[in-house]
T-cell receptor
Framework: AQKVTQAQTEISVVEKEDVTLDCVYE???????LFWYKQPPSGELVFLIR??????QNEISGRYSWNFQKSTSSFNFTITASQVVDSAVYFC????????????????FGTGTLLAVQP | DAGVIQSPRHEVTEMGQEVTLRCKPI?????LFWYRQTMMRGLELLIY????????DSGMPEDRFSAKMPNASFSTLKIQPSEPRDSAVYFC????????????FGPGTRLTVL
């Protein structure tokens, strides 16, 4: 069975602090995709990153970085020098690798982590 | 480029009324998804279409829910009759076939059934 666990329900930090959001997944598949989405207070879901299981290279995009470790089934997300605009719920999601390549259409979402960045 | 468009953004209705939620996917995207988000169940996939054809509706909670996609640029999710437990945020998402397969979400419709 596939499962995504985001154990941190809520995190509160002060602006400029670094913060890491944890994501642990379970799957029996050898190939799969992992995603992070952001849901700001306005409610929409914003895609942040997609990573496939055969690419364990970490990724950095501005203040955002992602650490993928297959050995521990984790795909953690770090925000460096957090800002108030980073306040949102962050979701980690898992998808199987489709028969013809690419992610299948069933995304398994974690329960989300509410990040509150205080000024 | 326009993203996924949903309407209305907010809907308040009374139990027993029919509710219709609307979605316009990103142009050129062949897949369309309907999700529901609640505190209790989180984000769950209700149904998805490929080239306007329903592929998997196993997440549709019951017969009161129905979804259609009459053309490539429009889909509806209908609840009839609505019940208070249907109160949730309903998201529509779309993705292209081939190439990047990430799902892109609309802003959601917050439904409140009194």
């Amino acid at each position: 069975a596939q499962k995504v666990t985001q154990a941190q329900t809520e995190i509160s930090v002060v602006e400029k602090e670094d913060v890491t959001l944890d994501c642990v997944y379970e799957t029996r598949d050898t190939t799969y995709y992992l995603f992070w989405y952001k849901q700001p207070p306005s409610g929409e879901l914003v895609f942040l990153i997609r990573r496939n299981s055969f690419d364990e290279q970490n990724e950095i995009s501005g203040r955002y970085s992602w650490n993928f470790q297959k050995s521990t089934s984790s795909f953690n997300f770090t925000i460096t020098a957090s800002q108030v605009v980073d306040s949102a719920v962050y979701f980690c999601a898992l998808s199987r690798y489709g028969r013809y390549g690419g992610a299948t259409n069933k995304l398994i979402f974690g329960t989300g982590t509410l990040l509150a960045v205080q000024p | 480029d326009a993203g996924v468009i949903q309407s209305p953004r907010h809907e308040v209705t009374e139990m027993g009324q029919e509710v219709t939620l609307r979605c316009k996917p990103i142009s050129g995207h062949d897949y369309l998804f309907w999700y529901r988000q609640t505190m209790m169940r989180g984000l769950e996939l209700l149904i998805y279409f490929n080239n306007n054809v329903p592929i998997d509706d196993s997440g549709m909670p019951e017969d009161r829910f129905s979804a259609k996609m009459p053309n490539a640029s429009f889909s509806t999710l209908k609840i009839q009759p609505s019940e208070p437990r249907d109160s949730a945020v309903y998201f529509c998402a779309s993705r292209p076939s081939g190439g990047p397969d990430t799902q892109y979400f609309g802003p959601g419709t917050r439904l409140t059934v009194l």
